[in-house]
């Protein structure tokens, strides 16, 4: 949709010339600080099934965003992990019929909103006084899907692996599925997802 690609380039116009080299310290040892706790991001999705028969239409796309807290592990802060919070909206289109898991003569439309709960190990190539660096943010992330009644085949909990990575402003996201989207039955075996998210992530602070 074309609101993503608006907020796209209006979000690395703002980071472009926002991002300076300053310190801003998060504790009274300078050589143990924390970086991009809040992050705001922006996903392709693609849906990924072993029935051939599994069809995407239109654009789908995922926006998220939130807060993590980061704990240095080392002195120098550039080893850490971080445990957050954040909502982020998904929307897709495929010829599963949402409501029974079975494949439809026509496509549906799934939007729902999620809560986030993410846990990342981190390595960035930082320091108390650099604001660019390279970074390499491995995680999990559970999530708690609002699920309305006519999307009930959707699992309200699921789960997925990411990865983050980039330098300075422009960092990739990269997230799979650990578990499959459909409600477990006989009925909807062979129309189990996964799915692909593929886009750009923001740090703030």
């Known amino acids: 949709m074309s609101y993503n690609y608006i907020f796209l380039f209006l979000t690395s116009i703002y980071f472009s010339y926002g991002q300076i080299n300053y310190s801003i310290p998060d504790s009274l040892n300078n050589l143990k600080y924390r970086e991009d706790q809040f992050y705001i991001g922006a996903n392709y999705v693609l849906i990924k099934g072993v ?13 998220h965003f939130g807060f993590l807290r980061d704990f240095p592990l080392n002195k120098k802060g550039n080893w850490s992990i971080a445990m957050g919070l954040g909502p982020s909206y998904t929307q897709f289109q495929s010829n599963i019929d949402f409501k029974t898991g079975l494949i439809s003569p026509s496509f549906n439309s799934a939007k729902y909103i999620s809560l986030n709960l993410p846990f990342e190990i981190r390595w960035r190539s930082s320091s108390s006084t650099s604001f660019s660096f390279w970074r390499i943010y491995l ?56 799915l692909l998210t593929i886009g750009l992530i923001f740090y703030l602070l």
């Open 139 to 194: 995680g999990s992330q559970l999530q708690y899907n609002f699920i309305s009644d006519n999307l009930s085949s959707l699992k309200n909990i699921t789960t997925l692996s990411t990865i983050n990575l980039g330098y300075n402003t422009w960092n990739f996201s990269l997230g799979y599925d650990l578990s499959n989207r459909l409600v477990d039955s006989v009925n909807n075996e062979t129309t189990q997802f996964k």
């Open 51 to 63: 029935n051939q028969s599994i069809q995407q239409n239109n654009f789908s796309s995922q926006i």
